[in-house]
């Protein structure tokens, strides 16, 4: 499996450090339900197809990725660096 | 203030295999640069007179003695030379100097020992002088920055043993397949 990190270009998987899902990105605020905290520390989809999650690049620009991918194919659809993808 | 003295990472002497000479690097002194947001262009400005930019990803600036090499996402090691004066008001500067080791590796079949250590492609036509990279020498973090007579390899001083180690086998390999074959 190979990444394509949007700085670093074409890198083998041993170079990463996976971290789950990218609902991490959506932190809720401090005061939020605790059914929103529980959503966003416990449950999580299990999609057949595409889905969404966060990759590190550890071994190379030390920048977090945003990958989408295919679960069915395995195909890497995308790589967005999580710093500008929120821009 | 205790005196101190400098010690150099590792004491070896150079080893040269199959043409190869895998030799402990001194290329003076290391310093972390990393803008502050909005700073870029003044940081360009300081490193002007020295001859260089900022570096792009994956690229190494090289002007004399000193060099600028891409490290990670708005960062760059300035190496060779003193900080620019000024440059602390522009950006995060860390002295790197005894916290790296460096290595050389000389000669034409020099990738050739990487292609064992390093996941990516070092070939001349991919990888070409003025080429750095961030990756893996083995399980190591690497700077890696392509010369044009070989390679400069940093990794941290405290793995600096284990590098030259993992180097020297590798050297040690081509030089007994080279036997084998010819």
Redesign the interface.
Known sequence: MRLNCPLCGSRDRREFYYRGAADYLDRPEPDAPPEAWDNYLHLRDNPMGVTKDLWYHDQGCTSWLLVTRNTLTHEILDVKLVAEAGE | MPELIAKPALDAAPVTLAGITLSVADPGRITFVAPFPGQEKAVAKLLKPLGLGFPA??TALTKGEARIVWT??GQAALIGVPVPEGMQAAAAVTDQTDGLAAFALRGARAAEVLARLV??DLREAVFPPGSA????LNHM??ILVREEAGFLILTFRSMARTAWAELNEVLHHIEARDRLTN
């Open positions: 990803p994956n990670v996402r996941p990516i990279a961030r990756s893996g973090p690497l």
